[in-house]
């Protein structure tokens, strides 16, 4: 069942977060929804404008749609990850989404109001919320690419400005994330400091983490095996500091990364052990499998996972 992303947070909103996943295929989909079941929990499903071109418009929304028939179960809300003006207008009109998030953090503090403003009053007046984002993440993410010397973290008292001018109903903020596998070099920490700092100023506004998958140096070492090259210093957000940046105001967390970690792992060691095989849904098949029990694991760290009787029992 597609619910707004505002009636997740609502609930949500200082006792957990909200898993936001990237989906590119059908496999993704089925394993996602598989998953969030087996630890009834609520999540989001993300579109970003890489799996619109990938995939097809129509076909990414039929996919999601064919999954919601299949898992009916299943609470979740749909948004568009790092859209652009044109790419967030589409989404609004099209019905479809619960959410979508406006990218103009590239721009001057005074240009991301007025966008941001812009698709907040577009997407507003057809019930839709919108996520933006102030301050960048340093690393690579499809299309979207920050120099680490250029990231910064968000600024509060900015923060509170631009949530003033903007009306935004979430806000992703750069508090020591970073996009891509290569992310943390040695022990590095979210700034949890700077996440208290903007929920003081910014009280009960849902915060959002882009940037944060753990890169499982398991994952790495098990693809390199099977002939990868990945750099085996690559780091990730540790998952134990999930819930308590969900304390904090953190309530939905982008996690993209590790599930492609997953789909090369299983791919890479299906090919290696079974040189001779050229049937494509057999390693498809274990994804799924392997896929489903991440997601677990995810929604166990996150806070979410035995949510979704009470998420029900709200909305219905």
């Known amino acids: 069942?597609?619910?707004?992303?505002?009636?997740?947070?609502?609930?949500?909103?200082?006792?957990?977060?909200?898993?936001?996943?990237?989906?590119?295929?059908?496999?993704?989909?089925?394993?996602?929804?598989?998953?969030?079941?087996?630890?009834?929990?609520?999540?989001?499903?993300?579109?970003?404008?890489?799996?619109?071109?990938?995939?097809?418009?129509?076909?990414?929304?039929?996919?999601?749609?064919?999954?919601?028939?299949?898992?009916?179960?299943?609470?979740?809300?749909?948004?568009?990850?790092?859209?652009?003006?044109?790419?967030?207008?589409?989404?609004?009109?099209?019905?479809?989404?619960?959410?979508?998030?406006?990218?103009?953090?590239?721009?001057?503090?005074?240009?991301?109001?007025?966008?941001?403003?812009?698709?907040?009053?577009?997407?507003?007046?057809?019930?839709?919320?919108?996520?933006?984002?102030?301050?960048?993440?340093?690393?690579?993410?499809?299309?979207?690419?920050?120099?680490?010397?250029?990231?910064?973290?968000?600024?509060?008292?900015?923060?509170?400005?631009?949530?003033?001018?903007?009306h935004v109903d979430s806000l992703a903020v750069a508090i020591g994330t970073s996009h891509g596998a290569y992310k943390f070099k040695g022990q590095q920490s979210l700034h949890f400091a700077r996440i208290a700092n903007i929920q003081q100023l910014l009280p009960g506004l849902p915060l959002v983490m882009h940037g944060s998958s753990s890169v499982p140096q398991e994952e790495v070492a098990r693809i390199n095996a099977a002939g990868g090259t990945l750099d085996p210093s690559a780091r990730g957000v540790d998952v134990n500091e999930f819930q308590r940046a969900a304390s904090l105001g953190v309530t939905k967390v982008n996690i993209d990364t590790d599930g492609r970690l997953v789909w090369t792992r299983v791919h890479r060691e299906f090919f290696r052990d079974h040189p001779a095989e050229f049937d494509f849904r057999k390693p498809g098949t274990l994804f799924v499998d392997e896929f489903a029990k991440f997601v677990v694991h995810k929604a166990e760290k996150l806070g979410a996972a035995g949510q979704l009787a009470h998420v029900r029992n709200e909305l219905s």
Do not use: W
Not at 17 to 27: D, P, Q, S, V
Not at 55 to 65: F, T, V
Not at 113 to 128: D, K, Q
């Open 1 to 166: 069942m597609i619910v707004t992303s505002s009636a997740l947070f609502t609930l949500a909103y200082g006792k957990y977060a909200l898993g936001a996943y990237n989906i590119n295929n059908m496999e993704q989909a089925l394993g996602l929804f598989r998953g969030h079941l087996d630890a009834e929990a609520p999540f989001i499903v993300q579109i970003s404008k890489g799996a619109r071109k990938y995939a097809g418009i129509p076909m990414i929304e039929a996919i999601i749609r064919a999954a919601d028939k299949i898992f009916p179960q299943a609470i979740y809300a749909v948004h568009l990850d790092h859209g652009d003006e044109a790419t967030c207008y589409d989404c609004i009109e099209s019905g479809f989404y619960s959410s979508v998030m406006i990218d103009a953090s590239h721009e001057t503090f005074e240009n991301n109001v007025a966008i941001t403003r812009r698709v907040v009053e577009r997407a507003h007046a057809r019930g839709v919320s919108v996520e933006a984002e102030l301050g960048m993440l340093g690393g690579v993410e499809e299309d979207i690419a920050v120099d680490e010397k250029h990231a910064m973290l968000t600024d509060p008292e900015e923060a509170k400005r631009f949530v003033e001018a903007t």
